[in-house]
């Protein structure tokens, strides 16, 4: 299915939001990595999922226990907000993954990794 002008204008913002967020974690949280979205726009924005990438499972714990994943939604929250994006669920929409478990699960293909998580909570817009 392509995308029509007003959503490839929404996905390409998205990404620049995203790009920023990614940019300044990779600054201040330690093991972070990458950061990558998932989107269904039949059901927007409840079907953008945010995956949040760290090199191991430790690094992904850490920044657990050191509140970096409160840092990370808010930021995302904002960037986000700014382009006029508000998410739905921010605790089911940003998910944390990291690359040890990627691959012990998925022989480290992140194509099969995401697309395996696509659809287990996407929220439903309201009509």
Known sequence: ??????????DNNIRL??????????????GFEWLTHQVDYTHFPGSLFITCVFSYQQA??????????KKLQKLIVAKLFAI?????SIKQQVILDNEEACMLEHNGDWKLRLASRKGRTVARNRP
């Open 1 to 10: 299915m392509s995308l029509s002008k007003t959503q490839k204008r929404t």
């Open 60 to 69: 992904q714990q850490n920044a657990i226990v050191q509140g970096n994943d």
């Open 17 to 30: 939001a995203l790009t920023h967020v990614c940019e300044q974690s990779l600054k201040d949280i330690a």
């Open 84 to 88: 006029g994006i508000k998410l739905s």
